[in-house]
């Protein structure tokens, strides 16, 4: 099948109805990609039947081979099954675009509160309650990936070894390493399976020209935007899975490396975002806009704007290129084997992040127990996240 057979979408279906529907997903999405995907399986699936569950499934399983926002390519990945890349760029545009705008306001909060005199301990609550988030998913992403003693060896090594070196290049080192790992010891044959493709190169190149251009605009300008623009975009193709996965690769640098923020003001961005719905890759919109302050309102919106287009970017680019040789690519064993050790390093990154950013925030009993009612509230799955988030915001008003 052709890139320009695949663009027509189903016949019935109008494009203002199917975004229609993706902006309802945006709105009723909370908690990361496995949320995510519950809401896709009931609006896209369901009740819209614009695919069947099992190819709700296998696009899934696509998005979770590819680096990037999962969520977030997946829904895309559906407009391109039914648009072609026009309908999957609006796909992004409105699953995105509604939380990236509030999280570009919020990146102006600590400037709202000082120049109103409110002391910023209103906020104390929220870097607490974010931990307990993140303790929470590693636990969960943990029982998903550990199937066996070498995922188990390399989700323990990978937390080590990010605890130990805390620099952005061991991310991708250590990610592209378990994926090979995986590879070698499962010992099974033809699992490099030939097969023939006919992929839409140009976004490829696309994809690639950006991530090496990036980086040689970053060595020769010091300019802010730029530095921002790389980075993201370098988070965007280094992380595989939701927001969770994104946490430590993102704060490692941002906070300890460049210094942009202080982890007080990472963990507040973070905690905030767990309360809207949409992508939780939206924080970047936050830590962008927190990177650029210092200057006028409008340089501090282009941060903002650098970080929500650099880390989505990537993505965008690898649906428009995976997508249309999914069929024939998804033949290749060799990838869904690489992935169990991938989502086992990320789990352990998840992890390890969790131990760093609850050192950072202080093991006060105050921040224990916040952290410890966020993780049991979120177990008991009966008080919803944007409950816990504004509980955390008037905790710290009230105390």
Same mark, same amino acid.
Not at 175 to 181: E, F, I, Q, Y
């Given at each position: 099948?052709?890139?320009?057979?695949?663009?027509?979408?189903?016949?019935?279906?109008?494009?203002?109805?199917?975004?229609?529907?993706?902006?309802?997903?945006?709105? #009723?999405?909370?908690?990361?990609?496995?949320?995510?995907?519950?809401?896709?399986?009931?609006?896209?699936?369901?009740?819209?039947?614009?695919?069947?569950?099992?190819d709700l499934v296998e696009l899934i399983a696509l998005c979770s081979i590819l680096p990037g926002p999962t969520s977030t390519q997946t829904i895309?990945?559906?407009?391109y099954r039914m648009g072609g890349p026009r309908l999957a760029f609006l796909t992004m545009l409105v699953w995105a675009l509604p939380v990236l705008?509030?999280?570009?306001?919020?990146?102006?909060?600590?400037?709202?509160?000082?120049?109103?005199?409110?002391?910023?301990?209103?906020?104390?609550?929220?870097?607490?309650?974010?931990?307990?988030?993140?303790?929470?998913?590693?636990?969960?992403?943990?029982?998903?990936?550990?199937?066996?003693?070498?995922?188990?060896?390399?989700?323990?090594?990978?937390?080590?070894?990010?605890?130990?070196?805390?620099?952005?290049?061991?991310?991708?080192?250590?990610?592209?390493?378990?994926?090979?790992?995986?590879?070698?010891?499962?010992?099974?044959?033809?699992?490099?399976?030939?097969?023939?493709?006919?992929?839409?190169?140009?976004?490829?190149?696309?994809?690639?020209?950006? =991530?090496?251009?990036?980086?040689?605009?970053?060595?020769?300008?010091?300019?802010?935007?730029?530095?921002?623009?790389?980075?993201?975009?370098?988070?965007?193709?280094?992380?595989?899975?939701?927001?969770?996965?994104?946490?430590?690769?993102?704060?490692?640098?941002?906070?300890?490396?460049?210094?942009?923020?202080?982890?007080?003001?990472?963990?507040?961005?973070? #905690?905030?975002?767990? #309360?809207?719905?949409?992508?939780?890759?939206?924080?970047?919109?936050?830590?962008?806009?927190?990177?650029?302050?210092?200057?006028?309102? =409008?340089?501090?919106?282009? #941060?903002?704007?650098?970080?929500?287009?650099?880390?989505?970017?990537?993505?965008?680019?690898?649906?428009?290129?995976?997508?249309?040789?999914?069929?024939?690519?998804?033949?290749?064993?060799?990838?869904?084997?690489?992935?169990?050790?991938?989502?086992?390093?990320?789990?352990?990154?998840?992890?390890?992040?969790?131990?760093?950013?609850?050192?950072?925030?202080?093991?006060?009993?105050?921040?224990?127990?916040?952290?410890?009612?966020?993780?049991?509230?979120?177990?008991?799955?009966?008080?919803?996240?944007?409950?816990?988030?504004?509980?955390?915001?008037?905790?710290?008003?009230?105390?």
């Amino acid at each position: 099948m052709t890139t320009d057979a695949m663009e027509t979408h189903t016949p019935g279906v109008g494009w203002p109805a199917f975004l229609r529907d993706v902006l309802i997903c945006s709105l #009723g999405a909370y908690g990361g990609p496995e949320a995510h995907m519950s809401v896709f399986l009931d609006q896209m699936a369901v009740k819209r039947k614009y695919l069947t569950e099992h190819d709700l499934v296998e696009l899934i399983a696509l998005c979770s081979i590819l680096p990037g926002p999962t969520s977030t390519q997946t829904i895309v990945a559906i407009g391109y099954r039914m648009g072609g890349p026009r309908l999957a760029f609006l796909t992004m545009l409105v699953w995105a675009l509604p939380v990236l705008v509030v999280m570009t306001i919020l990146s102006f909060l600590y400037q709202f509160l000082a120049a109103r005199e409110i002391p910023l301990e209103v906020l104390r609550f929220i870097g607490p309650m974010a931990v307990g988030f993140i303790i929470l998913a590693a636990y969960r992403i943990g029982r998903k990936v550990v199937v066996d003693w070498t995922t188990g060896v390399l989700m323990a090594a990978s937390a080590v070894i990010t605890y130990v070196i805390r620099a952005p290049w061991i991310f991708p080192v250590i990610l592209v390493a378990g994926g090979a790992v995986t590879i070698i010891l499962s010992r099974e044959q033809n699992i490099w399976k030939k097969v023939p493709l006919n992929p839409p190169w140009r976004y490829l190149v696309a994809f690639t020209a950006l =991530a090496l251009g990036g980086v040689v605009a970053a060595a020769l300008f010091q300019e802010r935007i730029v530095q921002l623009t790389e980075s993201f975009y370098r988070y965007g193709y280094l992380v595989f899975g939701g927001g969770q996965v994104v946490v430590p690769v993102m704060h490692s640098e941002l906070v300890y490396i460049r210094q942009y923020m202080t982890n007080q003001e990472f963990l507040t961005g973070y #905690g905030l975002v767990q #309360g809207l719905p949409g992508p939780m890759f939206s924080f970047a919109a936050y830590a962008g806009g927190m990177a650029a302050r210092g200057g006028a309102v =409008a340089y501090q919106v282009a #941060g903002a704007i650098a970080g929500g287009v650099g880390i989505f970017l990537p993505g965008l680019l690898l649906i428009y290129f995976v997508y249309p040789i999914w069929e024939t690519l998804k033949q290749i064993r060799a990838i869904r084997i690489a992935l169990r050790g991938i989502g086992a390093v990320a789990g352990g990154m998840i992890a390890i992040a969790a131990v760093i950013l609850s050192q950072s925030s202080g093991f006060g009993i105050a921040n224990i127990i916040v952290t410890v009612l966020t993780v049991t509230l979120l177990a008991s799955r009966k008080v919803p996240a944007p409950v816990i988030v504004v509980a955390a915001l008037a905790a710290g008003f009230l105390g």
